[in-house]
């Protein structure tokens, strides 16, 4: 489990439901099927509208992803990695194609074939690798947008529901006994803006925020295994690769002489 985002869910939780219990009314009374309805099911069809189906669906899974803490970005790990891929390319204690062997990230991997290939000059490698950074970029941004848009949708279809229930309300203006329905009948309505804020920003907002950040870390994790390849390529000095791969991170995230 991703520490922050279980902390920042129970705490959302536990700040709703502190401020639903200040106000001292039975907590069931915000249980509202006609907002739930509204705010929920009116959210999925203007999903369903704006997007396929099946990226819908994978949204889901990289919600669990990210809840999870799955794909955490290992700088410290890659660097190693790669120094210890030079070295043994250098001394000869592997071949070029067994050194691809037993790399797990996807990313490294690809790249570390294409320089044990030896058919793509430096500056070819560096293009081929820069344009699948920018092809994993605009997919990653792209889900972290679908987040951003659909959480746009929830307060729209909480007023909607609120709106509803005032034309409901409006409709008994007049009749014996009405007076008494006005202050019921409002609270009741107002309780799908309260689902549809919630819902916003306390899950499709922040999520998007998260895949924000999270494609920001690929895509420096992805910018430093570009420059390894290349450096791998030249068959560098080990000293001049872990310094210059650890210019990507600051001083405290580096890895150290004794690590490499």
Do not use: W
């Not at 922050?4 to 099927?33: K, R």
């Not at 194609?97 to 290939?117: R, S």
């Not at 009948?185 to 999270?214: D, H, S």
């Not at 494609?215 to 080990?238: C, D």
């Amino acid at each position: 489990m991703n520490p922050s985002s279980f902390l920042g869910i129970i705490l959302g939780l536990g700040v709703v439901g502190a401020a639903l219990s200040e106000t001292g009314m039975d907590m069931s009374f915000f249980l509202n099927f006609h907002g739930l309805v509204i705010v929920c099911g009116g959210t999925l069809a203007a999903a369903a509208t704006s997007f396929p189906m099946s990226k819908i669906l994978m949204l889901a899974k990289v919600f669990v992803l990210r809840l999870l803490g799955k794909n955490n970005v290992d700088y410290q790990g890659t660097i190693e990695q790669m120094l210890e891929l030079n070295k043994k390319l250098s001394l000869g204690l592997v071949g070029s194609h067994e050194a691809v062997n037993g790399i797990k990230n996807q990313f490294l991997k690809e790249a570390v074939t294409l320089v044990a290939d030896g058919v793509l000059s430096e500056r070819e490698v560096r293009n081929v690798l820069e344009q699948r950074l920018k092809t994993v970029e605009h997919h990653y941004m792209h889900e972290a947008n679908m987040f951003r848009t659909i959480g746009k949708y929830p307060p729209a279809f909480g007023l909607l529901a609120t709106t509803l229930g005032m034309i409901a309300l409006l409709q008994k203006i007049g009749q014996p006994g009405a007076e008494k329905l006005i202050g019921p009948a409002m609270a009741i309505g107002l309780v799908g803006t309260l689902y549809g804020i919630g819902l916003a920003n306390l899950v499709f907002l922040p999520i998007a925020e998260a895949l924000t950040e999270k494609t920001e870390e690929e895509v420096t994790l992805r910018k430093m295994i570009i420059e390894g390849a290349v450096l791998l390529k030249q068959r560098v000095n080990p000293v001049y690769m872990r310094e210059s791969l650890n210019s990507f991170l600051l001083p405290k995230e580096r890895v150290r002489r004794k690590a490499a």
